[in-house]
């Protein structure tokens, strides 16, 4: 009898567990997951260095269409592994996602270049930046659908 109650206790755990995990992938991929293969419009906009060279954030803009109302920006922290060649390791995950109008990203003029949908990115220390007037700390990031 004892025996059987073990096996029934443990059985009960393990389905549980089973639906628990079930519904953490299911919640996970409804709400959290960015899927960009939505978007029929993307391009790189921006990069930069952390000041002590160990991280680098590309920011990326996705549009459904080109003259889309509303762009996202996405941006991509890349850990600083540099390989033989000198090429950035692609140990990477994403830190910010942001839904805009864009009509709100602006054109700038840098040494007579004409930079369409200019996003400010600018490091506060290591593990800080700041991207689209946003406080970005690496370790956190920053989604809109969250925060």
Same mark, same amino acid.
């Given at each position: 009898?004892?025996? $059987?109650?073990?096996?029934?206790?443990?059985? &009960?755990?393990?389905?549980?567990?089973?639906?628990?995990?079930?519904?953490? &992938?299911?919640?996970?991929?409804?709400?959290?997951?960015?899927?960009?293969?939505?978007?029929?419009?993307?391009?790189?906009?921006?990069?930069?260095?952390?000041?002590?060279?160990?991280?680098?954030?590309?920011?990326?803009?996705?549009?459904?269409?080109?003259?889309?109302?509303? &762009?996202?920006?996405?941006?991509?922290?890349?850990?600083?592994?540099?390989?033989?060649?000198?090429? @950035?390791? $692609? /140990? &990477?995950?994403?830190?910010?996602?942001?839904?805009?109008?864009?009509?709100?990203?602006?054109?700038?003029?840098?040494?007579?270049?004409?930079?369409?949908? @200019?996003? /400010?990115? /600018? @490091?506060?220390?290591?593990?800080?930046?700041?991207?689209?007037?946003?406080?970005?700390?690496?370790?956190?990031?920053? /989604?809109?659908?969250?925060?």
């Amino acid at each position: 009898m004892n025996k $059987r109650k073990l096996i029934i206790i443990l059985s &009960s755990f393990i389905l549980f567990l089973i639906l628990a995990l079930s519904i953490y &992938s299911y919640m996970y991929n409804k709400y959290y997951k960015i899927d960009t293969a939505q978007f029929g419009f993307a391009f790189f906009a921006r990069a930069a260095i952390s000041p002590d060279e160990q991280h680098n954030i590309h920011l990326t803009i996705y549009r459904a269409q080109r003259e889309s109302d509303i &762009s996202y920006i996405m941006g991509i922290l890349n850990f600083a592994d540099i390989d033989h060649l000198g090429q @950035w390791q $692609r /140990d &990477s995950r994403i830190i910010f996602w942001q839904r805009v109008d864009t009509s709100s990203l602006e054109t700038k003029v840098i040494d007579d270049l004409i930079l369409d949908d @200019w996003i /400010d990115l /600018d @490091w506060i220390d290591n593990d800080t930046a700041v991207i689209n007037g946003i406080v970005v700390n690496i370790n956190t990031g920053f /989604d809109y659908r969250r925060d």
